[in-house]
């Protein structure tokens, strides 16, 4: 069983940056694929990045490609997500997300077993 427990989120004007945190309580860290997901209101929840288990291969959805980046910490158990150049429509829930799978690129909701509660991102313009 993994926890996650997200933070980091909150209000920021658009144009900013913002650094969401997740925290993983699990002695296998480095055995886990770690993504972010987000939903804003109204929508479907959505991929937006992901790091397999080694930190070797970090995917990202188009619409965040290139102003943000995905890492993570294996003395701290986390994963973070830097966010750039933020738009009124990055404004969402965000959800940290952990999977055992060792595939390259892991995209789906349905790929991950173990779920946050979710940090908010509001954006004003």
């Known amino acids: 069983q993994v926890q996650l427990t997200e933070s980091g989120g909150g209000l920021v004007q658009a144009g900013e940056s913002l650094r969401l945190s997740c925290k993983a309580s699990?002695?296998?860290?480095?055995?886990?694929?770690l993504a972010w997901f987000r939903q804003a209101p109204g929508k479907e929840r959505e991929f937006v990045a992901q790091?397999?288990?080694?930190?070797?291969?970090?995917y990202y959805a188009d619409d965040v490609k290139g102003r943000s980046t995905i890492s993570r910490d294996y003395a701290k158990n986390t994963v973070y997500f830097q966010m750039n150049s933020l738009k009124p429509d990055d404004a969402a829930v965000y959800y940290c997300a952990a999977t055992g799978d060792k595939g390259l690129i892991l995209s789906s909701e349905d790929e991950y077993d173990y779920w946050g509660q979710g940090t908010q991102v509001t954006v004003s313009s």
């Open positions: 699990t002695s296998t860290f480095s055995k886990y694929a």
């Open positions: 790091i397999n288990w080694s930190g070797a291969n970090r």
